[in-house]
């Protein structure tokens, strides 16, 4: 069994590392950093299931270790509300989150032993035009206050912790 204060873990960046990584083998936890329907494949949330899916199976298959999502989300601006949700809107980064945890949902109970949302809250970043003044993948604004997101959030972790039944403890 792994020692927690001694568990090396391995994060990848990108979606289709694991053809070609071989750092994972050494490592006790797989960590995976994606921004299905963000960085590429801009504004087409019907992505995010398949490419998220096959890329667990596909670390999952080549190392066969425990898989971290340490890293996922998308940019809103709070008070930005667009129907059909459309990027930086608060409803955008809902149906990011909401697509993500269907698959986690699939994979919790085999290899996926965590999730962590990519931001706690909005931050400063240097002036780009990928930018609205600073990161905005937070799910408070940087004077902490909630955006839909972490309403969303709250309700997931609130049930996950109250489910009860058998877990995977053979990894």
């Known amino acids: 069994m792994m020692s927690p204060e001694n568990a090396l873990k391995h994060t990848s960046r990108g979606s289709h590392h ?3 990584n071989f750092q994972g083998q050494f490592a006790d936890v797989v960590c995976l950093n994606n921004y299905y329907s963000w960085y590429h ?5 019907e992505v995010i299931k398949y490419q998220a899916k096959y890329n667990l199976e596909q670390w999952y298959l080549k190392h066969h270790k425990p898989i971290i999502q340490t ?4 940019d809103a601006v709070a008070g930005l509300h667009m129907d059909p949700p459309m990027m930086f809107s608060e409803e955008y980064q809902q149906e990011v989150m909401m697509n993500y945890f269907s698959v986690f949902d699939q994979f919790r109970q085999q290899y996926l032993i965590g999730e962590m949302i990519w931001n706690f809250a909005d931050f400063m970043t240097a002036q ?3 930018r609205v003044a600073g990161n905005k993948k937070g799910i408070f604004t940087r004077q902490r206050q909630p955006k839909t ?3 969303v959030l709250r309700d997931r972790y609130w049930k996950l912790a109250n ?5 995977n403890t053979e990894l």
Do not use: I, K, W
């Open 163 to 167: 489910q009860t039944g058998p877990r």
């Open 71 to 74: 890293e996922y989300g998308a």
């Open 128 to 130: 780009s035009t990928t």
């Open 41 to 45: 494949d801009m504004g087409h949330l």
């Open 149 to 151: 997101a972490a309403f």
């Open 18 to 20: 694991f053809c070609t």
